[in-house]
């Protein structure tokens, strides 16, 4: 069966599609279209007009790919920005009357697990002494691993889109900002040291997202064109990515290689938040994944 998954993040409307034969799966589709839910209403937990419209762009957009796949079935899923949102209800009915599609909303615990069974997908057996890092527009999610299932999970409502409308930044950043988007993180994530204190974190995995990015900035890859399953980032190879663009200004983030147009804002205070938890964590190594939600989702259809 051909099986289409939706995944509308806050910043991000991302789609999947996959053939599945028994247990073993056929990539046939990756695409995203932004959508940017949180501009102007995020952290007053609203979904304003704006983001109805887009929302619905991005759906119809998704759902001409699917049809010229054929696709069996379709689930569309939503996150952060939706499941804080007041007026969710409203947000949902109206994509189901204007697109057809029904919307599931899922827990940041829901999405978390599903975050690690993607990560499962990509790399079969999971190291201990991991950490699994999913950064999006709305919530960040964190994934202890050990023995091959979750030891512990979180999800903190501390995403880009979060930290940029309440901090905004220079461009490029001022010293006193970084320093305040440091504290925001670090106040933030209180829980997530305390339940790595004293525990050996020799490797973080980054799921998607600015991971995505940051590889391509390391290749110097137009985004989208490479798939990458799995790929260490060296710490020294992030070291330089994250001066080079976090003192950038946006139209030097423009002009790189590698840079994806909507993450050109949101690039700066992902990888201040990657390299706290690395000083914090005392991490020595990335491993880069694209697999994240989405292929979670795929995991569970081909295990079920």
Known sequence: MKLAIIDLGTNTCNLLIAEITGKSYTLLHQGKVGVKLGKGGINQNTLPPEAFDRATAA????????????????????????????NQAEFTQHLLIETGLTLETISGEREAQLIFEGVQLALGKLPDHSLIMDIGGGSNEFIEPRNDKIFWKASFPLGMARVLEQLPISDPIKPDELEAVESWFQ?????????????????????????????????????GVKTRQQQVIPLHDFNRIADQVIYSTKAQRDQMIGMEPLRVEMIVPALILIRLSIQRLGIREILQTDYALREGVLFEWIND
């Open 187 to 223: 106040n933030g994530l209180e829980e997530l040291w305390e339940q790595l204190d004293a525990k050996p974190v020799n490797q973080l995995i980054g799921c998607s997202g600015a991971f995505d990015t940051l590889a391509d900035l390391l290749d110097e890859t137009p985004p």
């Open 59 to 86: 759906l119809h957009a998704h759902k001409q790919t699917i049809a010229r796949y054929s696709a069996d079935k379709t689930l569309t899923l939503a996150t952060s920005a939706v499941r804080d949102a007041t």
